[in-house]
């Protein structure tokens, strides 16, 4: 199983933009689905963004849609979370995974099996 490597997280004002990057360590990840997620320190995962690489279909979650735009690179297979207009809400861990087992979307976030390690975002305000 390829290893997924997420970067681009940082400490930010409110209102400020992020992008986070992720890519497999050392060999381009292959994969059907892939998408971005976050877990505020005690909480739950929560699902935010994800691309289905076939057709490049997007589904978000709500608490992000108009915020959050999720890509791909095709030739570099680098999955980016745009992020705009952050909130402090928006403190948390962020972290990419993929080959999911059963639909493609942010809800499905318990049947991804693949996960990064995480990259921090703090937005302060």
């Known amino acids: 199983q390829v290893r997924l490597v997420e970067s681009g997280g940082n400490s930010v004002q409110a209102g400020g933009s992020l992008r986070l990057s992720c890519a497999g360590a050392g060999r381009k990840y292959i994969t059907a689905c892939w998408g971005w997620f976050r877990r505020v320190a005690g909480g739950e995962r929560e699902g935010l963004a994800t691309f289905f690489t076939s057709d490049g279909s997007t589904e978000y979650a709500d608490s992000v849609k108009g915020r959050f735009t999720v890509s791909e690179d095709k030739a570099t297979k680098t999955l980016y979370l745009q992020m705009n207009n952050l909130k402090p809400e928006d403190t948390a861990m962020y972290y990419c995974?993929?080959?999911?087992?059963?639909?493609?979307?942010?809800?499905?976030?318990?049947?991804?099996?693949?996960w990064g390690q995480g990259t921090q975002v703090t937005v302060s305000s």
């Open positions: 995974a993929g080959d999911v087992w059963g639909a493609c979307r942010p809800s499905s976030v318990a049947n991804f099996r693949n």
